[in-house]
């Protein structure tokens, strides 16, 4: 349905609606809400309004199963309407103008949280719940990245802290990198520590390796060379093999920071892993050699000079 409205051939994707229609019948609108919705929003788009509410209307009573309901059914109207208003009308006729279900719910929420349209999925998030119907772990998660990306870490980490556990929904490891991820990129990466040892003391969460991966990188964003090793130590402890650019991050970082030690111990850990490094991590070291070397050097020409004797 998707590949028939990108290229234009809406009639062909009206002719695939209508041998869809039978489907409907039997099992109502369910997850298909969004492949629905697809071919209105392009029919409204070229301006052909009046087959779109026709057709959402025979979506809608095919999905009515009793006829009570069928006798009460009022089609709604899209004419004079706005292009947004319309695809919120459209939205909200497919979810909750046929007969409801979990499935068409999750699937429509999840779409509208991807499109960045949060207001109209929490409205109908809300309603789903008013309805009772339990919230699967994947649209928390959905919601969750949908506030991490416009900016609302805040509010993404109180999905994980406080929404999921009123909802008697154990917190994933995805919703846990994605609030990590989050806090990383706003410069708290040290509060995002705090979920990785939350992770460690709950049963059946077990941190990832990009959990690991987000951390270090965000640590070292921040300057935070050290911390950012130790990280990393419980990352090869878990048996996470991090790829060459985590490696090169903190190698880099250490050798910025005058650590050299440290920085050659994490190089040898990468090439026992069997990966290169880039020309300019070779080169980070040898500039902090070079330089070690020539403060050395001049420490030594100083105290020549205090202890030579002079000549009157």
């Not at 209508?18 to 071919?39: E, F, H, N």
């Not at 497919?94 to 068409?104: K, N």
């Not at 506030?147 to 919703?175: F, I, N, S, W, Y």
């Not at 050699?289 to 020549?304: A, R």
């Amino acid at each position: 349905m998707r590949g028939l409205c990108d290229a234009g051939r809406l009639d062909d994707a009206v002719h695939l609606l209508y041998s869809m229609l039978r489907r409907i019948s039997q099992k109502g609108c369910d997850a298909d809400v969004v492949v629905y919705r697809t071919l209105f929003y392009a029919i409204c788009a070229v301006g052909r309004v009046a087959l779109a509410e026709h057709l959402l209307a025979k979506v809608l009573l095919k999905g009515l199963r009793y006829p009570r309901r069928r006798r009460a059914f009022r089609p709604p109207e899209l004419q004079g309407r706005s292009l947004e208003d319309m695809k919120r009308i459209i939205d909200d006729a497919l979810v909750s103008g046929g007969v409801r279900s979990l499935a068409s719910y999750k699937a429509m929420v999840e779409e509208l949280y991807a499109e960045g349209r949060v207001g109209h999925a929490d409205k109908l998030f809300d309603e789903m719940i008013q309805r009772r119907f339990r919230p699967p772990v994947s649209m928390f998660e959905a919601k969750i990245a949908a506030l991490c990306k416009e900016g609302r870490v805040e509010d993404g980490a109180r999905v994980v802290e406080v929404e999921m556990m009123e909802r008697d929904c154990v917190p994933t490891v995805r919703a846990y990198n994605l609030v990590m991820d989050g806090l990383c990129k706003e410069g708290k990466a040290t509060r995002a520590v705090g979920y990785l040892d939350g992770m460690d003391r709950q049963v059946g969460c077990v941190a990832s390796k990009e959990s690991f991966e987000v951390l270090v990188d965000g640590l070292c964003s921040e300057g935070r060379f050290l911390e950012a090793t130790r990280i990393l130590e419980r990352m090869l402890r878990r048996r996470y093999w991090p790829q060459s650019a985590i490696f090169e991050n903190v190698i880099r970082g250490l050798c910025s920071s005058g650590r050299s030690y440290e920085a050659v111990l994490w190089l040898e850990e990468m090439i026992s892993q069997g990966k290169v490094p880039q020309v300019d991590v070779w080169t980070s070291l040898v500039s902090m050699v070079c330089l070690v070397d020539d403060l050395v050097k001049s420490s030594l020409f100083w105290d020549v000079l205090e202890h030579e004797p002079t000549y009157c």
